[in-house]
């Protein structure tokens, strides 16, 4: 079972690691809490005396400190968690991951009132992504606005070609996107509109479609 995990900048805290392999543990608590053995010794003593479900329960507390009117579920990961925001009401389904990649706590990933963000649904964004009030996000849906630069020398790996940043992608109020959908680009989905099952969205939807 995954744990949840508080991505800040790019440091993700995952329990299962933690749990199974202190040697990475160990690792990380050297990059994160600086050269300081004691605290080290002394933090993994207490890592050591908590369960699985004692450390899903804590990061789960971690992330409702930031949102405490939102519903976490299990195995959520957001990174760039300062540059996040998530409107009441709202619910992150199990396994959900929202990735922010500037990451200089300025509103870039926002999720209105009332949203529902399905079970493994992906988020993503380079530049700044709206989701609005009320919209449902049905399980394994993919929404993001960053791409990896693919075009250009073919002789570099598309791994060093960079990506596609400062786009924007809104998905406006009481929209429905169905089970795997795929929504991506610098685009606009118009309010009330309902993307189908295993679409491929690339360019603007007006409302009411």
């Known amino acids: 079972m995954n744990g949840v995990s508080l991505c800040a900048g790019c440091h993700t805290f995952r ?65 760039g968690v300062g540059s996040v925001r998530i409107e009441d009401g709202s619910c992150i389904s199990d396994d959900v991951w929202l990735n922010v990649c500037v990451r200089d706590n300025r509103p870039r990933l926002k999720i209105g009132v009332c ?20 919209c449902i996000l049905a399980p394994d849906v993919y929404v993001g606005d960053v791409d990896h630069n693919y075009q250009g020398d073919i002789n570099k790996p598309i791994l060093i070609r960079g990506t596609t940043d400062l786009r924007n992608l809104i ?38 479609t």
């Open 115 to 134: 949203v529902l963000i399905g079970r493994r649904n992906v988020i993503s964004t380079g530049g700044t992504l709206e989701i609005g009030d009320y």
């Open 15 to 79: 329990t299962q690691s933690f749990h199974q392999n202190p040697v990475w543990a160990d690792v990380w608590l050297r990059e994160n809490r600086g050269s300081d053995l004691e605290l080290i010794r002394t933090t993994m003593n207490e890592i050591q005396k908590w369960s699985i479900e004692d450390m899903q329960e804590k990061l789960i507390n971690d992330i409702q400190a930031y949102f405490p009117n939102v519903f976490i579920g299990k195995g959520v990961q957001i990174c």
């Open 171 to 208: 998905i406006e109020e009481s929209c429905w996107l169905a089970m795997n959908s795929v929504v991506t680009g610098n685009l606009t989905i118009g309010r009330g509109s309902v993307i189908g099952a295993n679409s491929v969205v690339t360019r603007d939807v007006p409302p009411f």
